[in-house]
């Protein structure tokens, strides 16, 4: 229940839309519940299935994609770095994680603290990717 009560915390980025491009053909939303919602499958399976274990890596790997298309086409060489930057930690640590050898319990633990890092970092990227909305001249 942990593991599937922290993978959560990554749709906090749902509330901080980027306003880089109008709200009916933003990819973010469906890719960020999508990528929350196999991950707490996954989760519920034990990570025990191979395609969800896919899955989860797919839109995971989606969604860092759109962060960096968003981060290029967008936002200044300096947010990039940072949005890779930030996505290195985060995926270097949670492969630390990954190859400890840890009994159930310990993965729980571990996992679920770096689901909270990892949302932690999404909510830093969306705010870093957040356009500022043309005002209108009449």
């Given at each position: 229940?942990?593991?599937?009560?922290?993978?959560?915390?990554?749709?906090?980025?749902?509330?901080i839309?980027?306003?880089?491009?109008?709200?009916?053909?933003?990819?973010?939303?469906?890719?960020i519940?999508?990528?929350?919602?196999?991950?707490?499958i996954?989760?519920?399976?034990?990570?025990?299935?191979?395609?969800?274990?896919?899955?989860?890596?797919?839109?995971?790997?989606?969604?860092?994609?759109?962060?960096?298309?968003?981060a290029?086409?967008?936002?200044?060489?300096?947010?990039?770095?940072?949005?890779?930057?930030?996505?290195?930690?985060?995926?270097?640590?949670?492969?630390?994680?990954?190859?400890?050898?840890?009994?159930?319990?310990?993965?729980?633990?571990?996992?679920?603290?770096?689901?909270?890092?990892?949302?932690?970092?999404?909510?830093?990227?969306?705010?870093?990717?957040?356009?500022?909305?043309?005002?209108?001249?009449?």
């Amino acid at each position: 229940m942990l593991l599937l009560g922290t993978t959560l915390f990554h749709l906090i980025p749902l509330w901080i839309p980027s306003q880089c491009l109008p709200s009916d053909v933003d990819p973010y939303p469906i890719v960020i519940v999508s990528a929350t919602v196999f991950s707490c499958i996954w989760h519920y399976t034990e990570e025990k299935d191979p395609v969800l274990t896919a899955l989860d890596m797919f839109f995971a790997l989606l969604w860092f994609s759109l962060d960096l298309f968003h981060a290029i086409h967008y936002h200044s060489t300096t947010v990039l770095i940072q949005v890779i930057y930030l996505n290195l930690v985060v995926g270097l640590i949670h492969i630390l994680y990954e190859s400890m050898k840890q009994n159930r319990t310990q993965y729980i633990i571990n996992h679920s603290l770096w689901h909270l890092l990892s949302a932690s970092k999404c909510v830093a990227i969306a705010t870093l990717l957040q356009c500022r909305p043309i005002p209108l001249r009449i």
